[in-house]
């Protein structure tokens, strides 16, 4: 809910005597008699046996559907207060409250004066109402099967004859990323990189430099979202874009446990070196779920262009958790499989009961300059500038590079128009990065994350034609289309012979397996990048390797310790007190797995007999 500070009126006298008489006047009309009483304490007595007795319903029923409506959505909110923002998103319109003034003050109620206070409703009347007025109808969200292959967009033109801007409609492509099985092999080479040790960021940020944004976007299933021209071009846009989903891996992986600091490198947890051997979609479950809960960013600090947030705007700021429970609140009545255009899930989360607030005070935020760019003017911090664009980073930067949302996007430049009104932004060609995001769509992979099923079936893997497997156990590249991901793969498991031909052997494909990687991931791998079924020499190369590396199995770590007599050896492992955590290895010697350690030392106590520390 958004934060409020809105005042509270208990009763519906106390609410009547903070009218002035002339305003108490306007109200009788609305009332079924003729009795015209001028004294103050008249007036009042004479509203409020008629908001107090059986001619409540009367009055409630002589509103129109639209009134009532407004009527029926205080009487089961959490407050008393008339949210205008939130029932025009949800209704399209606003109720009739009658005539105001220039100043935006009531003067003429209409009926509805009856039940409002200066946009309040006494909670005594709030209670008599729940009694007869029907809850409201819940906010619905728009879905669309389909969606346009371009779109209409104004973008300006330079007219070189008056050396002036204008604008011209054009058709625009509209891009779209399926991201779920993307995130899957993205998230699996991501932890390869960082097991390599090329991942670098920041001591104090935690950020990651500009070299490992470059190195992990090479390696992602199709790359980046956006790609910004080389410095050193001559070209119309001097706004960089950056990086999107790079920066959320790197981001996402500390958040998650998967990866800690170490020397400015980010290196592999046990729990990142476990998700490597694991099915990639209960790792991604888990990284959602810790992001929803990590104070590592906050996702609004991506939101460049709107300064103030590290300054004393910062302790204006609400909390992150809170936004993003907001948010996964709303995601929980998509329906996986169906295009929602960003634009209409803003007006859900403001309809429903999702609303949050990025600041309380959107005075410390400005644009440029602190002064006159400042939020905090009339119209210049509207839902979309702020909230909007907090929704739109957390899902284009994150939900989708977890997989669990498809996105449909232009550029940001010139995307969106409703900051460009404020001060200071003439020379801007879009307020965030992720201002061209138009349509997304929950995925199975997404509706799994959010815990909306229980279970997930991955996708079979998209067959790529890009090796040929050789009976001779040789692998080669055909063509330049092999990505830097299937070489970070290949490399793992393979040995390289040349620039664009690796060779199955034994020895790495045993210590690849020794350090946790899973030998079905490279079967899987090439058959779907295969033309053909893999030779037999191949298929039994593989079985041969698997049947070795399943003959032995770590059963974790244990201690050894000897007897000076067999015959101890022997009484200790068949004790019922001692044998449930120990077992005979030779004839005076016993194993005691390192969980079973100190109840072993209890046991062995109890049967008379200790072992001195090493």
Request: net charge neutral; proline share 6%.
């Amino acid at each position: 809910m958004p934060y409020s500070k809105d005042p509270i009126i208990v009763t519906v006298a106390e609410a009547l005597n903070q009218q002035t008489v002339d305003y108490l006047r306007r109200l009788l009309p609305h009332l079924p008699t003729t009795e015209r009483p001028t004294r103050k304490a008249e007036l009042v007595d004479l509203i409020q046996r008629y908001l107090k007795g059986k001619e409540l319903k009367v009055l409630w029923e002589k509103l129109d559907p639209l009134q009532q409506t407004a009527v029926s959505e205080v009487v089961y909110s959490l407050d008393s207060h008339f949210d205008a923002a939130q029932f025009q998103a949800k209704y399209g319109q606003l109720p009739n409250w009658g005539a105001v003034n220039a100043y935006g003050t009531l003067q003429n109620p209409s009926r509805l004066g009856l039940f409002f206070f200066d946009y309040l409703m006494p909670e005594d009347l709030q209670k008599r109402l729940s009694a007869f007025v029907p809850p409201p109808a819940q906010a619905k969200l728009k879905t669309e099967d389909e969606i346009p292959k371009t779109i209409q967009q104004e973008q300006p033109v330079i007219d070189y004859n008056s050396r002036t801007f204008k604008t011209q409609v054009v058709d625009v492509s509209v891009e779209q990323r399926l991201m779920e099985r993307a995130a899957q092999q993205d998230l699996l080479a991501v932890l390869r990189l960082i097991d390599t040790g090329k991942v670098s960021v920041s001591d104090k940020t935690r950020f990651p430099s500009t070299a490992t944004l470059k190195t992990m976007t090479a390696i992602l299933s199709g790359g980046d979202y956006y790609t910004d021209p080389p410095p050193e071009e001559d070209n119309f846009y001097d706004q960089p874009i950056g990086f999107i989903r790079a920066f959320a891996w790197s981001m996402l992986v500390q958040a998650g446990g998967l990866a800690e600091l170490s020397s400015k490198k980010l290196r592999l947890t046990k729990a990142g070196q476990k998700a490597l051997t694991l099915a990639p979609p209960k790792t991604l479950h888990t990284l959602w779920q810790k992001w929803r809960k990590t104070k590592l960013l906050d996702e609004f600090r991506r939101i460049d262009q709107i300064k103030g947030q590290t300054g004393k705007g910062k302790r204006s700021l609400t909390a992150v958790v809170g936004r993003r429970e907001a948010i996964t609140m709303a995601l929980y009545a998509c329906p996986v499989n169906h295009w929602i255009q960003v634009d209409e899930f803003f007006r859900y989360i403001q309809a429903s009961d999702y609303d949050f607030e990025v600041t309380r005070n959107p005075w410390d935020l400005y644009i440029c300059e602190a002064g006159y760019g400042s939020l905090g003017y009339l119209g210049y911090h509207d839902w979309s500038m702020l909230q909007g664009r907090y929704v739109l980073c957390l899902l284009f930067e994150y939900a989708a590079t977890l997989g669990m949302v498809d996105v449909a996007y232009i550029s940001p430049r010139e995307a969106r128009s409703d900051y460009c009104n404020n001060w200071g932004t003439d020379d801007l060609e879009f307020l965030s990065r992720y201002d061209g995001l138009l349509y997304f769509r929950l995925t199975p992979l997404g509706a799994y994350c959010l815990e909306l099923t229980d279970h997930y079936t991955p996708a079979s893997p998209e067959v790529q034609p890009v090796l040929r497997v050789l009976p001779n156990l040789e692998i080669a590249a055909m063509g330049e289309s092999l990505t830097a991901a299937d070489v970070l793969l290949l490399e793992l498991y393979t040995q390289k012979v040349s620039d664009a031909v690796w060779r199955l052997e034994p020895t790495k494909l045993l210590k690849a397996v020794a350090e946790g990687y899973r030998l079905q991931e490279l079967e899987d791998f090439l058959v779907a990048r295969s033309p053909e079924p893999l030779p037999q020499t191949v298929e039994q190369f593989l079985a041969d390797v698997k049947s070795r590396t399943g003959s032995l199995q770590d059963l974790g770590t244990a201690r050894l310790i000897e007897c000076n007599d067999p015959a101890i050896a022997l009484l200790i492992a068949n004790d019922s007190r001692t044998k449930k955590y120990c077992f005979l290895a030779g004839e005076r010697r016993l194993v005691v797995p390192l969980e079973s350690e100190t109840r072993f030392h209890r046991a062995l106590q109890k049967l008379g007999y200790s072992v001195p520390k090493p």
